[in-house]
């Protein structure tokens, strides 16, 4: 495998990128659509086997979503979200407008569909096998994330503390035993702990808490926008460009595909990538592919470093959330809005897991703190869609969750993989576009 990966690496004189002439009339070798950390990824594995890139985005690369979310390399986070009980906790959820899953009154009826295709997915007959594609996810994920991070230089904004997680009661800790069974089969490390060793992993947290459980293996990163950044600065050494346009729709045919821009202009590419997060479903329907996307819009507080000093992500399940420590900040946030694109933020979310964090961490200083708001692309069946659309060179990445920096690095290769015509390490079937 090694062999062929580093095959797939090397220049080649058999993969011609557009003349200057071309890309001056707007031709493109590989197009991709989306400059989050998905696109980045994808980007840079394809320049690094010699193909030409260019990524089109609205604002800038790694500056949406993907700048936002909890710097997380959740590697061990393998059990589908279909199947962690959130339908059977979503009538106590629901009750509280503030809680770890809301739901607009006004949007129930365009989500409904979504959330029948969430319930079906999560029947018991299709358990092992969502967990056998997380898993084999998240073991190529861990190792194409540690190569890429060496080879952009980027291997010191890896942070390896280990995560904890924390329960209220001895029935909450009970109820999460069987996940961490399942954790256990695949060989993932985690300890159980509780009075003077839980509070040795995170000293001056509230005695609320009874027990938690301590992963070593989870990493965090420094910053996400300025790790995805970085990793775009190694993929223009290798000749990756970037545009900033508004694309306005696709067209595609034998010959290949086309963008139309929002300002009427046109570009056309030999391969195109949807990497457009929770705007990409509206672009497969160009291309007459009807993928169930929904958008779990994420809420985060980030605070000065100063704010209190943890040690490591900490992770409060039971409400939603997770508080971590960056470069740049203290991030406090997480939990879920099933709400679509288009409503305007509630920042009330961000402001009452902030009051949680105060109680969970006696003595933090809530003051001086950045609230924002990320539109997290969520499948039904808890996997992102990786593969081919139903137009000839034209391919899909999109839909990871709360996943899509964990799988980034191993979505790219898969990408890869199937633009160069090699065979992939994994299965694409639980993956596949047409699935639904």
Known sequence: MQDKSEEGRRPSSALQAPSPRE?????????IIGGGIIGICAATLLSEAGRSVTVFDRTGICEETSSGNAAAFAFSDVLPLAHKGMIRQLPKWLADPLGPLAIPPAYLPKLLPWLIRFWRAGAARHYEASLAAQVGMMKLAEAEWMALLDRSGTRPMLREDGSLEFYESEAEFRASLPGWAERERFGIGFRHVEGEEMAALQPGLSPRFVKGTFVPGWKTVADPKLLGKAVWTYAEKLGARFEHARVARIEADAKGASIVLADGSRRTAKTLLITAGAWSHLLARDLGDSIPLETERGYNTTLPVSAFDVKRQLIFSGHGFVITPLETGLRVGGAVELGGIERPPNFARSKAMLEKAKRFLPGLDPSGGREWMGFRPSLPDSLPVIGASRAPKVYYAFGHGHLGLTQSAATGRLIR????????????APFRPQRF
């Open 23 to 31: 890309r001056e009339e707007g031709r493109e070798d590989i197009a």
């Open 417 to 428: 993989d199937l633009v160069l015509g090699q065979t992939p390490p994994l299965d694409l």
